[in-house]
């Protein structure tokens, strides 16, 4: 007992915090819907809460800070934060499926698509198998299988592991999920952390297989990626003078900076260059900007460390 402290606080980003506010919001206008809501309400409600979350962002997106680790809804979601508003039936139902994927088997959605077009019948089984839910759910044709775990504590590491959740020892993350939490309920240490373990052991597998296949893939098959703050990256082959690029900006917009080859960042806009340099490989589930320009382009350093990747854990696991 007397556990209860606040130095969870200093460890956590306000954004966090805000963002805890209107997943609350969200949680508490979904109940009020009844047992047995209309998906078309339950989507807008999310594409709500992920419009909302995306104006905290954007309001916190000069404050200095290092994430505490990758963001995990960039490694989940194709596209974080809608288009337009309203948002489209397509970008609801794609939030909505790409959400449902992961919380049921833990692993994102576009690796299951790539793992099923590369052959793999079991992944394309459990993309049917989520796809049917959808279905069935969209219908009212009956209860969707339930994840596994809390799914409001689940959907907190997903908002907050970047963000200092994951910095956190299991007493403060107890403390935390205690004020922060919708379910109202005082919550366990050992639980937690074990929810969260298994949160970063599945984001880790996430990202490896991307380290590892990313290099295979052509860049024709790879030529938009999309990460946080609404940006995108795209690769432009070499043409004539100019050397192979990835340009970074906003979708729809003019881009802001680019990539070149040696992994240098230009810029075409007055942000500050050196804050982005050290910042913008983060949006993009990346650690530094070469491997930004990697994800890109088939170079042969890239293929290396690729394979020497694959040799390493396959080393470990055996
Ligand atoms: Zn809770």
Redesign the pocket.
């Known amino acids: 007992m007397g556990r209860r402290t606040d130095s969870w606080k200093q460890k956590v980003h306000p954004l966090f915090i805000e963002g805890t506010a209107a997943y609350r919001d969200a949680v508490r206008t979904w109940q009020a819907l009844g047992p047995q809501p209309p998906v078309e309400r339950i989507a807008q409600i999310e594409s709500r809460l992920e419009k909302d979350l995306e104006a905290v962002r954007v309001r916190y997106s000069n404050a200095q800070y290092t994430p505490t680790t990758n963001d995990p809804l960039n490694l989940i979601l194709v596209d974080v934060g809608v288009t337009s508003w309203p948002p489209s039936q397509r970008e609801m139902d794609q939030g909505f499926l790409e959400l449902l994927y992961w919380k049921r088997f833990k692993e994102p959605l576009w690796i299951a698509l790539q793992k099923a077009n590369a052959g793999d019948l079991d992944a394309l089984r459990r993309v049917n198998r989520v796809g049917e839910d959808f279905q069935k759910f969209k219908f009212g044709k009956g209860p969707v299988k339930a994840a596994k775990g809390?799914p409001?504590?689940g959907a907190?590491l997903d908002l907050g592991l970047d963000l200092g959740l994951s910095a956190l020892n299991p007493e403060e993350l107890a403390d935390c999920?205690d004020c922060v939490?919708?379910?109202?309920?005082i919550?366990d240490a050992d639980a937690l952390k074990k929810q969260r373990s298994r949160k970063q052991k599945a984001l880790k597998m996430a990202t490896n297989w991307l380290i590892a296949e990313r290099a295979k893939m052509s860049t024709r098959e790879w030529m938009a990626a999309y990460g946080m703050y609404g940006l995108q990256a795209k690769g432009v082959p070499a043409v004539g003078e100019i050397g192979r690029r990835v340009y970074v900006g906003k979708v729809g917009q003019l881009p802001w900076w680019h990539v070149d080859e040696q992994g240098r960042l230009f810029s075409h806009s007055e942000f500050d260059e050196e804050s982005v340099a050290k910042e913008l490989p983060y949006a993009f589930a990346v650690s530094t900007l070469r491997e930004l320009f990697d994800m890109f382009f088939l170079s042969d350093a890239g293929q290396q460390d690729a394979n020497n990747n694959r040799q390493t854990k396959n080393g470990m696991s055996s």
């Open positions: 809390d409001d504590h907190l999920f939490c919708p379910c109202g309920r919550h």
